[in-house]
């Protein structure tokens, strides 16, 4: 599953990056890297960009960006 | 002088830090990446002097943007003496992350744990002894905020000059450390760098880092590209990911050992959050707090400008009666005082706008204005972190251009920049409110108001057509960091105000002063002719101009001479006009003779519009160079044209 394709509130684990050098190296710096928890948090008006927490701080991103990440969800959904 | 810099994450306090050290005054903001100059200050100790130099707010050593290659080739290239590392303790894995990237540069480093006020109320803590001998870097815990650990930090700095702690190897797991010294044994067999660089080498290269590629000759170009291809098969995985990857697990592994922390809890910044970044009413919010930014600035501003006002005013008389009517006298009276006050008489405005930016950006909220707003942003072609420098705009374009360094990509931060100049600064308010008392004494707010609005549609409109016409390909990044809310010191807001409000005066002060002896030069001479009388040079000039603008309304040549002066800086505009009228009070009565309502609203649109001042342009062609500079000077006077005269027409057929 793409974390583009993720719900507010849902959590999991980052799987996998796959993109060009630039946004790769720049999502990794702040943190998303494979093997990392998430939880989605908020959607920003429009419903782009998306909110995420990262171990215990926040970041956002566009949903582009969110498309070249692959996540597994959490096994027990809210 | 050795050398001292000082890094860390955006929103770590490094900033603070830096002001406390150096006594000097700095902004410290919430918005990550503020911090885009190289600043500098002096430290002290026992009759020594040491540089210190802020580096940009950087979250890694790449050299993907501007900032992270600004603070790399300084450290590299100026090989300070010694490295302060900032780290937000409240966020030690993401923070740490820059740190181990220095430890792997071995330099002589001071692990800066900051927010330690932050971190003790959220019941974070930190096995200093323990984390400070395994890295073997001094580490000191400071509250930049209660100025707590800052005398401690001094005297570390002391001893640390005087004898370096050069930090230990941090080795990673097993498996991908055998990479590592495999690519070491490519390189010493080679002897492409010195000895105690290898091993960092080693790690930029695996991290693709094109610098250090680049440095490699054929021979181990191949035996290393052959590790990598092998890394890569074996880990499935691009080899600078798994490094990343790598290297949070190691600080994982640190932070579980040395750092005790309660599990995750909402904290009330997620609170405020769940409101400020509503889906619903995320962007009211936002158009609220703009809304009342500028309510307050005018109405507050007010109050404050009647007083300097009337004391210009009492000044003139004063000379007026003491000196006798001469040259001089005229020189003083219309000239210095007249054009002076007619600028100075708007620093209460400014002052107040300057405050609301920076306690925006300290208090975090704008991060969250460009979440909010990204969307819409992007639309119309910008970046929702383009939002800041627009923001900044309103204030003055060259702080507003030089802040779209934060922008990653060229594309985003060229349309910033070239739409920038139409966020109405502050230096235009003054012809505003001066025509829309004159000529709208009713709707005198409405009007201010329509004509920012009209800088605003304008900018989003281009913005599109640049987007679409100019940089039809290119791709933008959008990550960034929505940091915690923190409640920002009342006296380092109002001192980043005061700066930027100094300024805005010296400014005024230098070119408003050299240009007001021009004018006045121009208006009084040739000898006999009376003063800026159409007989005097000035007079000419805009005669000759005037006819330019008849198509706009204002074919006069007083408007043509003050719109050539505006070029000078726009706050020019109406000292020039003042100087021309004889006296900024004299001008209620003197306009209403030359301009229609039509008329005055088409040049209050043509001054928004047309050439920004020659600050703001040079600024241009420092960021973009000189294509775009030229560029920006067209577009926008060709724009003004275009527009005053649709306005002009439009207006006068309808009122």
């Known amino acids: 599953m793409l974390l583009s394709e993720c719900a507010p509130g849902q959590k999991g684990i980052i799987l996998k990056i796959d993109s060009e050098k630039t946004l790769k190296q720049r999502m990794t710096s702040m943190g998303i890297v494979p093997g990392i928890n998430f939880e989605l948090i908020s959607e920003a008006p429009f419903g782009d960009p998306i909110a995420l927490k990262i171990k215990n701080y926040k970041l956002s991103l566009r949903k582009f960006e969110a498309s070249h990440i692959t996540v597994k969800l959490e096994e027990k959904q809210k | ?76 290239e100026e090989n300070p003496d010694l490295v302060l590392i900032v780290i937000d303790q409240t966020n030690f894995d993401r923070n740490f992350y820059l740190a181990t990237e220095i430890i792997e540069m071995r330099k002589n480093s001071i692990l800066i744990f900051n927010m330690h006020d932050e971190a003790e109320k959220l019941k974070i803590k930190v096995d200093v002894q323990e984390l400070s001998k395994i890295l073997n870097i001094p580490i000191i815990l400071t509250s930049a905020k209660y100025k707590t650990g800052i005398d401690e930090l001094k005297n570390q700095i002391e001893k640390s000059l005087k004898k370096p702690h050069i930090p230990n190897i941090i080795e990673y797991d097993f498996t991908f450390e055998n990479y590592i010294l495999e690519i070491e044994k490519v390189l010493n067999s080679e002897n492409l760098f010195e000895k105690e660089n290898v091993r960092w080498a080693a790690i930029k290269i695996l991290e693709k880092d ?37 290297k949070y697990n190691l600080i994982s592994k640190i932070s579980s050992k040395y750092i005790k922390k ?50 210009f005013e009492n000044l003139g008389e004063y000379f007026s009666t003491v000196m006798p009517e001469n040259l001089l006298s005229s020189f003083v009276i219309d000239g210095l005082i007249g054009g002076i006050g007619s600028v100075l008489v708007f620093v209460p405005n400014i002052f107040l706008l300057f405050i609301f930016i920076s306690f925006l950006g300290d208090i975090g909220y704008m991060a969250r204005a460009a979440f909010v707003m990204d969307k819409v942003m992007t639309k119309i072609g910008l970046h929702g972190k383009s939002f800041i420098p627009m923001l900044l705009g309103f204030g003055c374009n060259i702080p507003a251009i030089m802040g779209a360094r934060t922008l990653e990509s060229r594309k985003d931060r060229i349309i910033t920049i070239l739409v920038n100049p139409l966020m109405s600064c502050n230096a235009r308010l003054p012809v505003y409110l001066i025509f829309a008392g004159i000529f709208f004494p009713n709707s005198g707010g409405t009007v201010v108001f329509s004509i920012y609005l009209f800088g605003i549609i304008l900018s989003i409109l281009m913005a599109f057509i640049f987007k679409k016409f ?55 001479f040739p000898a006999g002719a009376e003063y800026a009388s159409e007989e005097s040079i000035i007079g000419h000039i805009g005669r000759f101009a005037a006819p330019f603008f008849k198509p706009l309304g204002f074919g006069f040549w007083q ?12 706050e ?24 229609s309502q039509a008329s005055a609203y088409a040049f209050m649109i043509f001054t928004l519009i047309y050439t920004p001042c020659v600050a703001t342009i040079a600024t ?36």
């Not at chain 2, 923190?486 to 109002?494: D, H, I, Q």
């Not at chain 2, 020019?572 to 301009?595: R, Y």
């Not at chain 2, 420092?622 to 306005?647: D, R």
């Open chain 2, 620 to 655: 241009i062609k420092n960021e973009i160079g000189k294509k775009w500079m030229f560029f920006t000077i067209i577009y926008l006077f060709v724009l003004a044209y275009i527009v005053s005269f649709i306005v002009y027409n439009i207006l006068s057929f309808i009122w």
């Open chain 2, 1 to 76: 002088m050795k050398k001292i810099a000082l890094l860390g994450n955006p929103n770590s306090g490094k900033t603070a830090i830096f002001n406390t050290l150096t006594g000097s005054r700095q902004h410290v903001g919430n918005w990550p990446g503020v911090t885009v100059e190289k600043k500098q200050g002096t430290i002290q100790f026992d009759n020594l002097k040491y540089n210190v130099i802020d580096l940009p707010g950087i979250y890694s050593l790449t050299t993907n943007s501007l900032d992270e290659k600004i603070s790399r080739d300084f450290l590299i």
């Open chain 2, 559 to 570: 408007a043509a001479v003050s719109l050539i002066f505006g070029f000078l800086a726009k």
């Open chain 2, 470 to 524: 100019l940089f039809k390909n290119e791709q933008s990044i959008f990550i960034m960091e929505l940091p915690p809310y923190r409640l920002p010191l009342a006296n380092e807001t109002l001192g980043e105000a005061l700066r930027k409000t100094l300024m805005f005066v010296k400014k005024a002060g230098t070119i408003i002063f050299a240009s007001v002896i021009i004018i006045w030069f121009l208006a009084s």
């Open chain 2, 572 to 595: 020019v505009i109406v000292g020039t006009m003042g100087t021309l009228w004889g006296g900024e009070a004299a001008l209620s009565e003197v306009l209403p003779a030359f301009f």
């Open chain 2, 262 to 311: 309660p599990e995750y809890k909402e904290r009330v910044s997620d609170k405020i959050d769940k409101i400020i970044t509503h889906k619903i009413l995320g962007i009211p919010i936002f158009i609220f707090i703009m809304w009342l930014m500028f309510t307050l600035t005018f109405t507050i501003g007010d109050v404050f400008n009647g007083y300097i006002e009337a004391g």
């Open chain 2, 210 to 246: 094109e610098l250090h590629i680049k440095k490699l000759n054929k021979n181990s170009e191949n035996s290393i590209n052959e590790i990598i291809q092998k890394l890569e098969y074996d880990l499935k995985e691009d080899s600078s990911i798994k490094l990343s990857e790598e």
